[in-house]
């Protein structure tokens, strides 16, 4: 507290709440947080959650402003868990079938610079639904039925940094909220000892908050299964203050704030660090945890992960599969929001048929393994998880070498959906008989997140966060809900 509120409390003592303590012993709040920043250094979490101050404005309550929220109307799913391909795939080597394509490959095709390149991988059949799956994903193919695949899905600017933040942001350019951000805004976090929104790597871009209040920016976690946790989760326990101790630090300061908030006025930057503070304390008791995968068996491992003894599995199968196996946990433990950006790239702009075969080994076994897991733990009906990156790429190459690629391609990408409220065995969208260009039910990247909306239960119009005089929200003027794959 300033000089000003200790001159107040030496001349009014009964004013105040902490009369009863000798007026000598008060000094300045920042004074209070130097001198007691070794103490606090293990809980801030500012570098964690890339705290920005906090909605001032906001009505104050004791229920905090990730406390649990209703959606707009009953929601089909609870959570979300994203799987980020990034480096952009190719829709006709994974997702959408052309035997066109292959029929034309190496010749010249109406429409298109260079030649066809027919894809080097095989598509069947599978499940019930008989939607055709590329051979690379056989253990995907199996949970067929509880997807929906996107085959129409575009964007306008095909460039990796654009069109990944258009993606995860709603915005090609201006610093707009992420997903993970307007759904915890929206929704609030089930578990106040955690995080509402974790991503586990990827760019600072896909987990910011901008103008939102700074408590709903994603709290990220270089998550590896070959380090030590206290390295993972770095500066949340305190080495020098018992739990107790620091629970009445942080009353204590919180008294202190809210003394000089009513007298003389209220500090952005104190307020949000304070509640940095409170949310590591509370992280203490259970995020280290949510983050220990060897509390899972081994069966359970290995089907996320590969074998665990015997031959190390790649690298990329190894690192994928922990990460979903920590995502279904997390979820598990209430947090609303996962954002996992996937080890591998699926950047290939040449060897399409040893890059899009490595990619795809890395995430096939760990993806299913997470449809099954949830499933099996009665979680997949309120779980959404999403697959898919930044754009599509090219149906044609410049030729040239034994060993082609594929460029960008905005016009036609591909994703799919499963759980929470997907109508599972279905396709939606169709491009045209090459696999370059949307011709059916196009989805643009604001229909995807109005649609990821719905399924939480929200009116995309109606998610708005007032800024600069302004009404903002994640779809901006657009987006329309794609009801088809909703059951």
């Given at each position: 507290m300033s000089s000003f509120s200790q001159s107040r409390l030496a001349v009014?003592?009964?004013?105040?709440?902490?009369?009863?303590?000798d007026s000598a012993a008060f000094f300045s709040r920042r004074d209070f947080l130097t001198r007691?920043?070794?103490?606090?250094g293990g809980l801030s979490l500012a570098s964690l959650f890339g705290i920005n101050p906090?909605?001032?404005n906001a009505a104050p309550g004791a229920a905090g402003p990730l406390a649990p929220k209703a959606p707009h109307f009953p929601a089909k799913a609870k959570a979300v868990i994203q799987i980020f391909a990034g480096g952009a795939p190719s829709t006709v080597d994974t997702w959408d079938p052309k035997a066109e394509l292959s029929k034309e490959d190496g010749k010249k095709i109406p429409g298109y610079e260079g030649v066809a390149f027919g894809s080097p991988f095989k598509f069947a059949k599978a499940g019930k639904s008989g939607v055709e799956v590329c051979e690379i994903f056989p253990e995907l193919a199996k949970h067929i039925d509880e997807m929906a695949v996107i085959r129409s899905l575009f964007t306008e600017i095909p460039d990796h940094q654009i069109a990944a933040k258009m993606l995860m942001t709603g915005s090609p350019q201006l610093p707009k909220p992420s997903l993970g951000s307007w759904l915890t805004y929206g929704l609030g976090s089930v578990n106040q000892n955690m995080p509402g929104f974790v991503s586990l790597g990827g760019d600072s871009s896909f987990r910011?908050?901008?103008?939102?209040?700074?408590i709903y920016q994603g709290c990220n976690v270089n998550y590896s299964p070959t380090a030590p946790l206290s390295s993972v989760l770095a500066n949340i326990r305190s080495e020098f203050s018992t739990l107790d101790r620091q629970r009445r630090q942080l009353d204590f300061v919180a008294a202190s704030n809210k003394e000089h908030a009513a007298t003389l006025q209220r500090d952005s930057q104190l307020e949000a660090r304070i509640e940095a503070f409170e949310i590591a304390y509370k992280m203490q008791t259970e995020a280290t945890e949510a983050f220990d995968i060897s509390k899972e068996s081994e069966a359970v491992r290995e089907r996320y992960m590969g074998p665990l003894t015997g031959m190390s599995p790649a690298p990329t199968l190894r690192a994928?599969?922990?990460?979903?196996?920590?995502?279904?946990?997390?979820?598990?433990?209430g947090v609303r929001f996962v954002q996992v950006a996937c080890s591998g790239s699926w950047d290939h702009h040449e060897n399409i048929a040893k890059g899009v075969k490595d990619a795809a080994t890395g995430i096939d076994g760990p993806a299913a393994a997470l449809l099954q897991d949830l499933r099996e733990r009665g979680l997949l009906d309120s779980t959404l998880v999403i697959w898919g990156g930044e754009f599509g790429r090219t149906v044609t190459t410049s030729g040239g070498g034994a060993t082609p690629g594929r460029d960008h391609n905005g016009k036609a990408m591909v994703g799919w959906m499963a759980g929470g409220g997907v109508k599972g065995g279905t396709t939606y969208g169709e491009t045209d008989e090459f696999g370059g260009k949307v011709v059916k039910d196009p989805v643009h990247i604001h229909d995807l997140h109005a649609t990821i909306l719905a399924l939480l239960g929200f009116d995309h119009t109606k998610l708005t966060y007032t800024y600069n005089g302004r009404e903002f929200r994640l779809t901006d003027n657009f987006g329309n809900v794609v009801k088809e794959i909703i059951a």
């Open positions: 009014n003592p009964d004013s105040s709440p902490l009369a009863h303590l007691n920043c070794l103490g606090f906090f909605d001032l910011q908050c901008a103008f939102l209040p700074g994928n599969g922990s990460k979903l196996l920590v995502a279904r946990r997390l979820v598990e433990r």
